[in-house]
Nanobody, 125 residues
């Protein structure tokens, strides 16, 4: 079992920055991938970024160049630095863990085994 807790969400203005954190606990001794997803009202949960156990990061096209995902394995924490925020970035942001990663990059919700409770990000124009 892996427990995930997100923090750092809030209300910001267009163009502002925000940093989300995700703290993992429990069965964190194995190599595992971590990911960020988001879900806006009335929409499907969508992939934002993933940081693999190797520390390689991959991004959705919609956030590439604006968001940076990173993780510190020593303290089991993943971060999402979000810059140049837009109103369309408004969503609940979820952290996820994938405990049996394969060679494919996990960009779908079904790729992940554990989820956090989510943190709201609202970008006001």
């Amino acid at each position: 079992q892996v427990q995930l807790v997100e923090s750092g969400g809030g209300l910001v203005q267009v163009g502002d920055s925000l940093r989300l954190s995700c703290a993992a606990s429990g069965r964190t001794s194995d190599n595992y991938d971590m990911g960020w997803f988001r879900q806006a009202p009335g929409k499907e949960r969508e992939f934002v970024a993933t940081v693999r156990w190797s520390l390689c990061a991959y991004y959705a096209d919609s956030v590439k160049g604006r968001f940076t995902a990173s993780r510190v394995n020593a303290n089991n924490t993943m971060y999402l630095q979000m810059n140049s925020l837009k109103p369309e970035d408004t969503a609940v942001y979820y952290c996820a863990a994938r405990i049996r990663p394969n060679f494919a990059v996990g960009t779908t919700t079904s790729s992940y085994d554990y989820w956090g409770q989510g943190t709201q990000v609202t970008v006001s124009s």
